[in-house]
Nanobody, 119 residues
């Protein structure tokens, strides 16, 4: 009953910017976590960033230097602003919403959106 719809991916030149959007269709708990992951060809899926319902953010590795995660709780949406993009940022980006509370545990994934950085 819960689906995640992603948009905003595409082709961009090095140094350019993209803003990814993810909309959660269905009912989720108000304290759900939201995040973005990416997977490059031949590599493991990795966490990019996550954000709590209260707006607390976490960035993996050095993504915080160029990427910004945000959310709009009223619309059940999460965004990823990507600036100063590099060719190594090329990957499929996935959004995720989850809750680890023992009495209401769940995890949902989007289908992924392709981001290609090339000149």
């Amino acid at each position: 009953q819960v689906q995640l719809v992603e948009s905003g991916g595409g082709l961009v030149q090095p140094g350019g910017s993209l803003r990814l959007s993810c909309t959660v269709v269905g009912s989720i708990l108000s304290n759900s976590l939201m995040g973005w992951y990416r997977q490059a060809p031949g590599k493991q899926r990795e966490l990019v960033a996550r954000i709590t319902s209260g707006g607390t953010t976490y960035y993996a590795d050095s993504f915080e230097d160029r990427f910004t995660i945000s959310r709009h709780n009223g619309k059940n949406m999460v965004f990823l602003q990507m600036d100063s993009l590099k060719p190594e940022d090329t990957a499929v980006y996935y959004c995720r919403v989850w809750n680890s509370v023992s009495w209401a545990s769940y995890s949902y994934w989007g289908q992924g959106t392709q981001v290609t950085v090339s000149s």
